[in-house]
């Protein structure tokens, strides 16, 4: 299995409606291998992550999976608007990919 793992250093002024309708909207993708999506706040317990106050994780079967999230047009259209939202854009978004 594989966690995709996302953490979101969102701009002050985001919209949380638009955040939530992309959650949403990756929460809806019907893609072979996509077996899971949680998201939330980040609570940082260990204050290792502040810069990161949301996140979400989406389970994938196998690799292939994965790739066939990434190369699909509906999660890269919600990739798109996530972007805009973040700090730096693309640059405010961390990726881990975990195999486990």
Same mark, same amino acid.
Request: charged residues 20%; negative net charge.
């Given at each position: 299995?594989i #966690?995709? !793992?996302?953490? /979101?250093?969102l701009r002050p002024d985001h %919209?949380?409606?638009e955040? @939530?309708? !992309?959650?949403?909207? /990756? $929460? @809806? /993708? $019907?893609? #072979?291998?996509?077996?899971?999506?949680s998201?939330g706040? *980040?609570?940082d317990i260990? *204050?290792k992550?502040? $810069? +990161?106050? +949301?996140?979400?994780?989406?389970n994938? #079967? %196998? &690799?292939?999976? &994965?790739?066939? +999230?990434?190369?699909?047009p509906?999660?890269g259209? /919600?990739?798109?608007r996530?972007?805009? &939202?973040?700090?730096?854009?693309?640059?405010g978004i961390m990726?881990m %990919?975990l %195999?486990?």
């Amino acid at each position: 299995m594989i #966690k995709h !793992i996302v953490m /979101l250093n969102l701009r002050p002024d985001h %919209d949380a409606e638009e955040l @939530a309708a !992309i959650m949403a909207g /990756l $929460d @809806a /993708l $019907d893609i #072979k291998g996509f077996t899971g999506f949680s998201h939330g706040p *980040n609570r940082d317990i260990e *204050n290792k992550s502040p $810069d +990161y106050p +949301y996140g979400f994780i989406c389970n994938f #079967k %196998d &690799l292939q999976g &994965l790739h066939r +999230y990434a190369s699909n047009p509906d999660h890269g259209a /919600l990739g798109a608007r996530l972007v805009a &939202l973040c700090c730096g854009g693309a640059d405010g978004i961390m990726v881990m %990919d975990l %195999d486990v």
